[in-house]
């Protein structure tokens, strides 16, 4: 978990892409979390690999996991996160991160349901 949380990735290319990749796909709760959050919110790097990589973790068995993925997919303007986010922000408790990722996204379709959340 100590290098997931310490590595960032400032390229897609990078050996810390590479390694946060990895780390994403761990055993370990905390460690995917971590790793997710490092690559997908805490970095701009982009690739396909980079993008697979979240979208895989949309599907995680953890909630903190899957919303930063949410994240990491809006902020790189990948639509792949947008059942997610319309499905957060439907939900009795709406996430920061659901309104952090419409915002990133910023698409047509989010107005109705932000405007709801207000």
């Not at 990078?14 to 761990?26: C, E, F, Q, T, V």
């Not at 997710?36 to 919110?41: M, Q």
């Not at 922000?89 to 915002?103: K, T």
């Amino acid at each position: 978990m100590a290098v997931a949380q310490h590595l960032r990735a400032d390229s897609s290319g990078s050996p810390a892409a590479s390694a946060l990749i990895g780390l994403m796909a761990d055993e370990a709760t905390d460690v995917r979390d971590w790793a997710t959050f490092s690559l997908g919110t805490q970095s701009d790097a982009d690739s396909p690999d980079i993008r697979a990589a979240l979208a895989e973790r949309l599907a995680d068995d953890d909630e903190e996991t899957r919303l930063e993925a949410m994240v990491g997919l809006a902020r790189r303007q990948d639509r792949r996160a947008l059942p997610m986010v319309l499905a957060e922000l439907e939900s009795d408790e709406v996430a920061n991160s659901a309104i952090e990722a419409a915002g990133a996204l910023a698409l047509p379709e989010l107005v109705a349901p932000l405007q709801a959340v207000q």
